[in-house]
């Protein structure tokens, strides 16, 4: 099954959504691939892996090479984590994939046999609609959207919803949403609470029951290179993670 995280928001969990997603799915037994497609490489450089690793998803845009040969096993995670990093070439794949022939289904030409070597495919997606995050949704057989919990999510997720409806409708009439997370949730708070309450009442059937919590544990592990899952195992982050991945399990 290949996931595609995707919200056009940055800052709303994209990248800790896909890297402990992956390492939840790996502590499963699963054979687990985490593709970057985001510039800043964030996912990459969670999973241990540099920036500066060659070849790239950026290479696999492009055509030079297949996302099974520029997978690279990740640094710390746990289980079977491969990765194929980011760099920051992708910043001009925006400009360069519309030159190409049928753009938008470049990643999905390159993915080769990676979608029968691995049992579970991760697409972290950049900040924005554009040509890499549709190659993504293209590629893609589910699409796991996170938001967080602040007043702007309901309509930032309108309109994803809008643009994923294109994408079936033109390009990829077997993708599906597998659903809707709250994540960065400060349960403290009345705002997080409304809003969470809000996208409940107005998307019941496509939000997960589990909320991602705001919290120390889940934003340093990053720096140590390393899941959530295993920095703080304990944690109510990785326990949030772990509990995601069986959600999203039982939604197929």
């Known amino acids: 099954m290949i996931y595609a995280v995707a919200n056009q928001k940055g800052g709303v969990g994209k990248t800790s959504t896909t890297v402990n997603l992956a390492a939840a799915f790996a502590a499963k037994g699963r054979s687990v691939l985490v593709i970057d497609l985001d510039q800043q490489a964030n996912a990459t450089v969670a999973l241990g892996l540099s920036k500066e690793l060659r070849p790239s998803s950026y290479e696999v845009l492009a055509g030079e090479v297949t996302v099974g040969e520029a997978a690279a096993r990740a640094g710390g995670s746990p289980g079977a984590v491969d990765v194929v990093p980011a760099s920051r070439d992708l910043a001009g794949a925006a400009v360069e994939l519309p030159g190409l022939p049928e753009p938008s289904y470049q990643l999905s030409r390159q993915m080769g046999d990676a979608a029968k070597q691995y049992d579970t495919i991760l697409i972290d997606c950049p900040p924005a609609l554009g040509p890499v995050t549709v190659n993504a ?6 699409v796991i959207v996170p938001v967080q919990a602040e007043y702007l999510a309901l309509e930032g997720l309108v309109e994803f919803l809008d643009t994923l409806s294109t994408v079936r409708r033109e390009m990829n009439p077997s993708l599906e949403l597998a659903g809707v997370v709250v994540t960065m949730h400060d349960e403290r708070t009345r705002l997080a609470q409304d809003v969470e309450r809000e996208l409940r009442e107005h998307f019941s059937e496509i939000v997960f029951r589990t909320v991602i919590p705001r919290t120390v544990r889940i934003a340093e592990a990053p720096s140590y290179g390393i899941p959530v899952t ?23």
Do not use: H, I, M, N
């Open 137 to 142: 949704l293209v590629a893609a057989d589910r």
């Open 230 to 252: 295993e920095y703080a195992p304990g944690s109510r982050g990785a326990q949030a993670y772990l509990a995601l991945a069986e959600e999203v399990d039982l939604r197929g």
